[in-house]
């Protein structure tokens, strides 16, 4: 059984989440797990525009980006916020719940060392497929785009798209803002 193994290839951390993106829809238990849902459909979908979950991260990206602006960037706030907001440290507690509730093998996001492979090999099946508004956002997606353009007025820093990158063998997260030229890349911190 793949989950057995302390380590995982990266075709298995893909499949093991589309495993689990069915088992949450079949269980109807999304709202036990928002983190690892936003997780699951983000890797078997080239692009995520519309979930609650993403249109959250948009939005508290924004307005961290905003507050980092008006503070000047103090030492780890962004790094930290990133992480906090992207669910790093929830998504690997919810990944050990819903494994261990369902009788499976945890080894791969119990151990420190072993997390920070999988989690590295998650970030790789993510890299170039965005988090990003709808290109005319209607509904729920509207109203969460008008709200953080409305934080981000007097700044350039509305967030319209989130990405993961890999330059050589490290591992990058990008934000694009709203002005034409305006992208911020940081290094993916999975503590």
């Known amino acids: 059984m793949m989950l057995a193994k302390p380590r995982l290839q990266k075709g298995e951390v893909a499949h093991l989440f589309s495993l689990l993106r069915v088992l949450i829809e079949e269980r109807s238990i999304k709202g036990t797990y928002p983190i690892l849902d936003l997780y699951c459909d983000w890797s078997v979908h080239g692009s995520l525009d519309r979930s609650a979950e993403c249109l959250r991260v948009l939005e508290a990206l924004t307005g961290l980006f905003v507050a980092a602006t008006e503070s000047g960037f103090e030492g780890n706030e962004v790094h930290d916020g990133v992480n906090r907001i992207l669910g790093i440290k929830q998504l690997r507690t919810e990944l050990k719940q819903i494994l261990q509730s369902h009788g ?43 709200r953080s353009m409305s934080i981000a007025a007097s ?26 030229f305006v992208d911020i890349i940081g290094p993916v911190l999975w503590n």
Do not use: M
């Open 155 to 180: 700044s350039d820093f509305f967030i319209r798209r989130f990405s993961f990158s890999i330059a050589g063998q490290q591992l990058f997260w990008k934000v694009e803002a709203r002005a034409e």
């Open 104 to 146: 499976l093998c945890s080894i791969c996001v119990s151990d420190d060392e072993n997390w920070k492979g999988f989690f590295g090999l998650l970030v790789q099946t993510l890299v170039e497929r965005p988090l990003e508004y709808p290109a005319v956002p209607k509904g729920k997606a509207k109203e969460v785009h008008n």
